[in-house]
């Protein structure tokens, strides 16, 4: 009843705008002084002209639109329907003028020109003005009771570009946000002075303090989602100085990848500070390597093979296969993937990729066209005091899937490595490298395109960096980093993952793709940051903590080595070595010397074989003992971890 009712009520509001847009037409047109017979015309033909009207409005669709959630697009939607109504008013009195010399009656329905362009103006004006002081009444109205309880918090915010028009825009439908917009701030001098979406460009970020103190804002909000991080880590240090917390809408990533609205606004995070360009992909190319096809990730549950899971089933594969061993890591992340995408077929399948009889039983029943092999041991340390389980695991269970690929006619297989595969100083960087050498060699055997992809530390994944540092600075410090000149190259686990997608299509087989890292960061610098980012003062309310270096770390690392000439592809952040794969009957002795050193995996013997198949592999000058490793051992210096692929 009352939906009916409002649609009455909204009928008579229409027609009444139209009849008295045409009335005051005609009055504008003599001003106010109409001549007796124009009256009559006027009474004469302002119903046919307001039911012709309302006809074209209703035949465009106007009178389904919300009049609470108007918006740009519904009021383009009536200025063509008005126009369009205007034009068919013109040409019918113009058909009139011709006739009335032949019929004079007609005279009655010719109506003046200036009449006719003034109504199109004014049924514009009034057919969209009601519909819009709806909006401002509602929107008023739901403010004001929202915030009964709570004024809004005045907001200054940077950045005036297309992020900023957005955040203006749910600010303003959306009062629970509980922002109030003084103005912005913005680099762009032509911009200042303007005013967008309503809201003030107040002038440039280096005036933050001066401008925030005389609008009285009491935060501030970047809203520039691709700005790259030392932008953000200007303003945020800006903001520091002023006494003003700093928060910042979700990157290009967060907001490609599904996972959160333009809205959810969060404090700066680290990853804010290390964000980079966002990458721009080929998604054709992935879509048709992917799409309709079955498609099988190993260490589905980790940080690196959950998250490739997520971005492949965005390409809408036929069938997603999960292979996980941790229960609960594959129940997350299955579930997660059934929420998002219910309309495909998730398959989790509990599974070690060290059962080579589950594997084949998986790739015999699904018959996957694509792999993702994400499945292995990372921690360099661990791996120091474990150097058996990085040679089962790295090299001989990714050559059990590797295989299994080759004898079921794989389209596709990637292998996720590390930088630490480079001219490695630790068992998990030599074994990574060992089964690189093993897929390249494959690839030259194979129909199976078997390519590698190889990059450095993820911001986010499991042990690395940013938790362990959260942890520290939680628990009151100190922060412990092992080098004052450890550097490292960081990326985000989405970009990764978008490039790993990127070179799996691109890839002809025996490849070694290098991802473009950046800039390599210091630890240091990564710490001091977090810390001041956690409200604390580095050296002062969290000590740094230097505990030297610990077996098989290196100052720098690598993403290629000289010998392999990595070239640049067709996407600029990609990079393909050109090192030639190792003979077939080499990389076989290799495999035989490490399977007979597993009967007794000591280190020095695992150490000895590996360096026979990995010449550059070296250790650093310094004894191998537990206490080289600060205790307790899982607080593991991120610096050392590898972000190549995940561990189950």
Same mark, same amino acid.
């Given at each position: 009843?009352?939906?009916?009712?409002?649609?009455?009520?909204?009928?008579?509001?229409?027609?009444?705008?139209?009849?008295?847009?045409?009335?005051?037409?005609?009055?504008?047109?003599?001003?106010?002084?109409?001549?007796?017979?124009?009256?009559?015309?006027?009474?004469?033909?302002?119903?046919?002209?307001?039911?012709?009207?309302?006809?074209?409005?209703?035949?465009?669709?106007?009178?389904?639109?919300?009049?609470?959630?108007?918006?740009?697009?519904?009021?383009?939607?009536?200025?063509?329907?008005?126009?369009? $109504?205007?034009?068919?008013?013109?040409?019918? +009195?113009?058909?009139?003028?011709?006739?009335?010399?032949?019929?004079?009656?007609?005279?009655?329905?010719?109506? !003046?020109?200036?009449?006719?362009?003034?109504?199109?103006?004014?049924?514009?004006?009034?057919?969209?003005?009601?519909?819009?002081?709806?909006?401002?009444?509602?929107?008023?109205?739901?403010?004001?009771?929202?915030?009964?309880?709570? &004024?809004?918090?005045?907001?200054?915010?940077?950045?005036?570009?297309?992020?900023?028009?957005?955040?203006?825009?749910?600010?303003?439908?959306?009062?629970?946000? $509980?922002?109030?917009?003084?103005?912005?701030?913005?680099?762009?001098?032509?911009?200042?002075?303007?005013?967008?979406?309503?809201?003030?460009?107040?002038?440039?970020?280096?005036?933050?303090? @001066?401008?925030?103190?005389?609008?009285?804002?009491?935060?501030?909000?970047?809203?520039?989602?691709?700005? !790259?991080?030392?932008?953000?880590?200007?303003?945020?240090?800006?903001?520091?100085?002023?006494?003003?917390?700093?928060?910042?809408?979700?990157?290009?990533?967060?907001?490609?990848?599904? +996972?959160?609205?333009?809205?959810?606004?969060?404090?700066?995070?680290?990853?804010?500070?290390?964000?980079?360009?966002?990458?721009?992909?080929?998604? @054709?190319?992935?879509?048709?390597?992917?799409?309709?096809?079955?498609?099988?990730?190993? $260490?589905? $549950?980790?940080?690196?093979?959950?998250?490739?899971?997520?971005?492949?089933?965005?390409?809408?594969?036929?069938?997603?296969?999960?292979?996980?061993?941790?229960?609960?890591?594959?129940?997350?992340?299955?579930? &997660?993937?059934?929420?998002?995408?219910?309309?495909?077929?998730?398959?989790?399948?509990?599974?070690?990729?060290?059962?080579?009889?589950? *594997?084949?039983?998986?790739?015999?029943?699904?018959?996957?066209?694509?792999?993702?092999?994400?499945?292995?041991?990372?921690?360099?340390?661990? *791996?120091?005091?474990?150097?058996?389980?990085?040679?089962?695991?790295?090299?001989?269970?990714?050559?059990?899937?590797?295989?299994?690929?080759?004898?079921?006619?794989?389209?596709?297989?990637?292998?996720?490595?590390?930088?630490?595969?480079?001219?490695?100083?630790?068992?998990?960087?030599?074994?990574?490298?060992?089964?690189? *050498?093993?897929?390249?060699?494959?690839?030259?055997?194979?129909?199976?395109?078997?390519?590698?992809?190889?990059?450095?530390?993820?911001?986010?994944?499991?042990?690395?960096?940013?938790?362990?540092?959260?942890?520290?600075?939680?628990?009151?410090?100190?922060?412990?980093?092992?080098?004052?000149?450890?550097?490292?190259?960081?990326?985000?686990? !989405?970009?990764?993952?978008?490039?790993?997608?990127?070179?799996?299509?691109?890839?002809?087989?025996?490849?070694?793709?290098?991802?473009? *890292?950046?800039?390599?960061?210091?630890?240091?610098?990564?710490?001091?940051?977090?810390?001041?980012?956690?409200?604390?003062?580095?050296?002062?309310?969290?000590?740094?903590?230097?505990?030297?270096?610990?077996?098989?770390?290196?100052?720098?690392?690598?993403?290629?080595?000289?010998?392999?000439?990595?070239?640049?592809?067709?996407?600029?952040?990609?990079?393909?070595?050109? +090192?030639?794969?190792?003979?077939?009957?080499?990389?076989?002795?290799?495999?035989?010397?490490?399977?007979?050193?597993?009967?007794?995996?000591?280190?020095?013997?695992?150490?000895?074989?590996?360096?026979?198949?990995?010449?550059?592999?070296? @250790?650093?000058?310094?004894?191998?003992?537990?206490?080289?490793?600060?205790?307790?051992?899982?607080?593991?210096?991120?610096?050392?971890?590898?972000?190549?692929?995940?561990?189950?």
């Amino acid at each position: 009843m009352r939906r009916h009712v409002l649609r009455l009520s909204q009928l008579a509001i229409d027609l009444a705008v139209l009849a008295l847009a045409f009335a005051a037409a005609f009055f504008m047109r003599f001003d106010w002084r109409p001549p007796a017979d124009m009256v009559g015309r006027l009474a004469l033909t302002a119903p046919y002209v307001v039911l012709g009207e309302y006809l074209v409005l209703w035949a465009a669709g106007i009178h389904k639109f919300s009049w609470r959630y108007i918006g740009l697009r519904e009021v383009w939607r009536i200025f063509v329907a008005t126009l369009f $109504g205007s034009v068919i008013l013109l040409w019918t +009195r113009l058909g009139l003028a011709e006739l009335q010399d032949s019929y004079a009656y007609l005279r009655h329905g010719v109506i !003046p020109l200036g009449v006719i362009a003034t109504n199109f103006v004014l049924v514009f004006l009034g057919i969209a003005g009601v519909r819009v002081l709806r909006r401002i009444l509602g929107e008023h109205l739901e403010s004001r009771a929202i915030h009964a309880d709570r &004024e809004p918090v005045p907001t200054m915010l940077v950045g005036a570009g297309a992020g900023g028009v957005l955040m203006t825009k749910e600010i303003a439908n959306r009062p629970d946000l $509980g922002l109030r917009a003084v103005g912005f701030l913005d680099d762009d001098p032509g911009k200042v002075g303007t005013i967008v979406n309503g809201v003030p460009v107040r002038g440039t970020t280096d005036r933050l303090a @001066e401008l925030c103190e005389k609008h009285g804002a009491q935060q501030v909000l970047i809203t520039m989602a691709s700005a !790259p991080g030392s932008t953000i880590r200007r303003i945020s240090q800006l903001a520091e100085e002023a006494g003003l917390p700093a928060k910042i809408i979700p990157g290009l990533f967060e907001i490609a990848g599904g +996972r959160v609205e333009l809205a959810r606004i969060r404090p700066v995070a680290i990853e804010d500070l290390l964000r980079r360009e966002p990458v721009e992909l080929d998604s @054709e190319a992935i879509a048709q390597d992917l799409r309709e096809r079955v498609v099988l990730v190993t $260490g589905a $549950g980790g940080s690196i093979g959950s998250e490739i899971c997520r971005q492949v089933a965005a390409f809408e594969p036929s069938r997603l296969l999960l292979v996980e061993r941790a229960e609960n890591n594959l129940f997350e992340i299955h579930r &997660e993937l059934v929420r998002r995408h219910p309309e495909l077929e998730i398959v989790p399948l509990i599974g070690d990729v060290s059962d080579r009889e589950r *594997m084949r039983q998986v790739f015999a029943t699904h018959a996957p066209y694509a792999v993702f092999h994400a499945a292995a041991h990372k921690h360099v340390p661990m *791996m120091e005091w474990n150097p058996g389980e990085a040679i089962k695991n790295n090299v001989f269970w990714t050559k059990t899937v590797a295989d299994l690929a080759h004898d079921h006619g794989v389209g596709s297989f990637v292998m996720i490595s590390t930088d630490k595969a480079v001219n490695p100083t630790s068992v998990m960087g030599a074994s990574k490298r060992v089964a690189e *050498m093993y897929v390249q060699a494959l690839a030259s055997r194979s129909d199976t395109r078997f390519v590698t992809v190889r990059f450095g530390n993820v911001l986010g994944s499991a042990g690395s960096v940013i938790p362990i540092f959260r942890q520290q600075i939680a628990s009151g410090g100190p922060v412990t980093v092992t080098h004052p000149d450890m550097r490292r190259y960081f990326m985000t686990i !989405p970009e990764a993952c978008q490039l790993v997608l990127q070179a799996g299509s691109m890839g002809e087989g025996g490849e070694i793709f290098v991802l473009d *890292m950046g800039e390599p960061v210091k630890i240091v610098d990564l710490a001091r940051d977090l810390i001041r980012l956690s409200g604390f003062r580095p050296d002062e309310d969290i000590a740094i903590e230097f505990t030297g270096m610990r077996p098989g770390e290196k100052l720098f690392e690598e993403l290629s080595t000289d010998a392999e000439h990595a070239d640049k592809t067709r996407h600029p952040k990609i990079f393909v070595g050109r +090192r030639e794969a190792a003979e077939w009957s080499a990389v076989q002795r290799h495999l035989e010397a490490l399977e007979a050193c597993l009967e007794q995996p000591t280190r020095d013997r695992v150490v000895a074989v590996l360096q026979d198949c990995v010449p550059e592999y070296e @250790e650093p000058a310094r004894e191998l003992s537990a206490a080289a490793v600060p205790v307790p051992a899982p607080v593991l210096e991120p610096a050392s971890l590898a972000a190549s692929s995940v561990a189950d």
